[in-house]
């Protein structure tokens, strides 16, 4: 397992490898963007997991984590000492995984990393084991959930672990209303009681924006007190 750890504040990224050390076995410690970037570029495709702050030396962490979800797939999480709701809005819209307001204490950090490598491994592992026919092709789309490989047009999309749950929720369950509840729980897990309330409609909007088109055909409907159906 392998985790890249992107904070400016040395003993805040030592202590945090040292929290995890049970959880991984290699630690990735980047200060800066730039250096952050060429980590990437040498050992992106190894990488289980980024932990990133969002205020860094040579600018936002917003700017990594757009490289990083131009080149894959990996968990992100978020870590930042602004409370404002426009941070974590911000961060969960351009394909954060999860977000963690400073300061935190280890012991929720701990958690909130072990529920989001569950929820890549199960995806990883549903994925693994699914046969062929779980492979959906609608408007020139293509979502492969045996490859994890999706893309539209003939071109990539690169989509977060949240939204590969959430799209195969809302494709297995076509025409059924789904609460948010639900898929609070099913994309989640344990970790469900800690998301803020506009995580989900974040996660939804996001996907949206990767699979419809303005003016063109719309899948995910909004059924207004109960929750999303995939039509």
């Known amino acids: 397992m392998i985790i890249q750890i992107v904070e400016d504040d040395i003993s805040l990224s030592e202590g945090i490898s040292i929290s995890l050390s049970d959880t991984a076995d290699t630690f990735y410690k980047e200060h800066t963007i730039e250096a952050a970037k060429l980590g990437y570029i040498k050992y992106g495709s190894e990488i289980n997991l980024i932990i990133l702050d969002l205020n860094l030396p040579d600018g936002s962490g917003y700017d990594y984590l757009k490289y990083v979800r131009e080149n894959g797939n990996v968990p992100v999480l978020i870590l ?39 929820r890549s491994k199960v995806t990883e592992a549903g994925a693994a084991n699914t046969p062929s026919p779980d492979v959906y092709e609608m408007d020139g ?19 977060s672990v949240n939204e590969q749950r959430l799209l195969k929720i809302l494709l297995d369950n076509k025409g059924i209303i789904l609460t948010r509840d639900t898929l609070i729980e099913r994309i989640w897990g344990d970790s469900g009681e800690y998301v803020e309330e506009n995580a989900l409609s974040v996660t939804v909007n996001r996907l949206r924006s990767k699979i419809e088109t303005r003016g063109g055909e719309k899948h995910i409907s909004t059924i207004y007190g109960q929750g999303y159906k995939f039509e």
């Open 141 to 159: 789309m293509v979502f492969d959930f045996g490859k994890l490989i999706f893309s539209k047009n003939g071109e990539d999309l690169f989509l």
């Open 80 to 118: 930042t000492a602004n409370d404002l709701e426009i941070d974590e809005v911000t961060g969960l819209t351009m394909g954060a995984d999860d977000f963690l307001t400073k300061p935190f204490s280890l012991a929720v950090l701990r958690a909130r990393v072990n529920a989001l490598l569950r």
